[in-house]
């Protein structure tokens, strides 16, 4: 399985970007995904996630301000970020746990990583 993460980029505080992540290869079902970033010099920490009903979670310093959202039919996983602010600037990974064929076995799987900077 391979995650594309992208849409990140430089924005002001205030501001608004939306983070795509796109999952690839023989996925046979996807359950939980979700958002972690990792801010210079600090531990990465889960953003958001969200499951398969869908019920979503959110970490409190976002939650009115981050949605997320999935698309099963395309295996996209999304972030739309609101009023940014910047102590959201960081690295933004997403991860997915998928079921894979030949042969069928869960896997959970990492993207790359998109930068978010926000400016103040």
């Known amino acids: 399985v391979q995650l594309q993460a992208s849409g990140g980029g430089l924005v002001q505080a205030g501001g608004s970007l939306k983070l795509s992540c796109a999952a690839s290869?023989?996925?046979?079902?996807?359950?939980?995904m979700a958002w972690y970033r990792q801010a210079p010099g600090k531990e990465r920490e889960l953003v958001a996630s969200?499951?398969?009903?869908?019920?979503?979670n959110y970490a409190d310093s976002v939650k009115g301000r981050f949605t997320i959202s999935r698309d099963n039919a395309k295996n996209t996983l999304y972030l739309q970020m609101s009023s940014l602010k910047p102590e959201d600037t960081a690295v933004y990974y997403c991860?997915?746990?998928?079921?894979?064929?030949?042969?069928?076995?869960?896997?959970?799987?990492w993207g790359q990583g998109t930068l978010v900077t926000v400016s103040s």
């Open positions: 991860k997915m746990g998928t079921v894979v064929t030949h042969p069928y076995r869960y896997i959970e799987a």
């Open positions: 969200i499951t398969s009903l869908p019920n979503t």
């Open positions: 290869g023989s996925i046979f079902s996807i359950s939980v």
